[in-house]
Structure formats: C-alpha cells, structure tokens
C-alpha cells in the first residue's frame, strides 16, 4: 500500500510516520503534487500556526492538490482545521473541504485552560473511522464547531467537532498517534478503507 503524508511546515509530522510504522506501513514524506495524486491514501497531519501552514501550502500550490485528491485523506490536529474553509488564526482562508470556520476557545470559567490539553472522551456519530467509544489525546487552541460533516463529538468549554467526514475527507482534532488503542485502532480503520 502506498501511503503518502503531506509534507509541509507543520510540527508533529513524524509522531505520525512513528505511528503507521509500527503498524508496519513505511510511508513516504512529500510535498510533491504527483506523489501525493498517486498514493493510495493521504494523511494531512500538522501542529502549529493556521496561517503560516496556508503559506506554504499556497506557495507551492498544495492547497489545491489536497482539494483535488479522490482518494483517502485523513487531515489531523491542524490538518483538520485547514480542511475547513476559514481560521480565526490569523484570518486565514483554507482549503474548504468542510464549510465550517475555525475558532479559538473562549474559556467562561476560572477553570477553562487554553490550550485545551489532555484525554477526551469521543462520541461518534458517523462513519466508519470512529469506534463506538473511546478516549482521545487533544492538544489545541482552537476548535471547528459542530456542523453537517462532524463525524464524533468531544466537549471542552462547549461540545465541538473532534472529527470530521465528508466524501473522501476524513480529519480528526485529536493525536491518533498519541491515543494508545483508541487511536491505533483509527488509524488501522482508515489503512483499511
């Protein structure tokens, strides 16, 4: 199987090819529009700043080869919220795959810590990526509130999209890579599609 993850100027990348290779997948690190058209499956992971991430991928016109891609994508953490169409980080326009905007946490309680940071409890409720329950790693500022292609449910200062689903676009808010069985089970979901 040929799985190819999208390089970019993200963090957090090579937790994930850690992650598919112990499932023994070796897949290939690239930012190259053929290699990505070609792949079997695409993984969009990334940790960092919603701006400079849409930067670089506009500079090299990744952007619209994500957009185009009819295979397997699996967008993670910020990977998520550059499938959306806008980020309140940076006033950022996306990639659009999901028509949802993007927004910080607003804490309402002494309590309320951002970034939010830790093991969430999902609540899926569609397709077939997300188990029927499970506890997630979240690390994250900013959050896609629920809408038409949230696929599970996590809660933290309000119930938002901890992941998503539409067409051939499969993104999650949480660390996969960092969600012991949960995550390692998801992942193995979307190698299986």
């Known amino acids: 199987m040929n799985i190819a993850i999208v390089k970019y100027n993200a963090g957090n ?3 994930v090819v ?3 290779k112990r499932l ?3 897949p290939l690190l690239t930012d190259d529009a053929e290699q990505l058209s070609r792949a079997d499956k695409v993984l ?3 940790q960092g700043h919603a701006g400079e991430a849409m930067s670089y991928l506009k500079a090299r016109r990744l952007d619209e080869v994500i957009r ?3 295979q397997p994508v699996f967008g993670i953490c910020v990977g998520q919220q550059l499938l959306c169409r806008h980020s309140e980080e940076g006033d950022t326009d996306c990639i659009g795959i999901f028509d949802a905007e993007v927004k910080r946490f607003q804490p309402q ?3 309320d810590k951002v970034p939010c940071m830790g093991w969430n409890k999902l609540q899926p409720k569609q397709n077939e990526l997300w188990l029927e329950q499970g506890w997630a790693y979240f690390v994250h500022s900013y959050y896609v509130p629920l809408c038409a292609d949230t696929a ?3 809660d933290y200062i309000l119930p ?3 992941a998503m689903h539409r067409d051939n676009f499969y993104a999650c808010q949480f660390h996969p890579e960092k969600s012991g069985t949960t995550g390692e089970q998801i992942l193995r979901n979307f190698l299986e599609l």
């Open 68 to 70: 185009d891609l009819k």
């Open 152 to 154: 599970a449910v996590a």
């Open 44 to 46: 969009f992971p990334g």
């Open 13 to 15: 990348i090579y937790s």
């Open 160 to 162: 938002y999209s901890a």
């Open 24 to 26: 023994g997948i070796e």
């Open 109 to 111: 309680r002494h309590e």
């Open 18 to 20: 850690n992650a598919l």
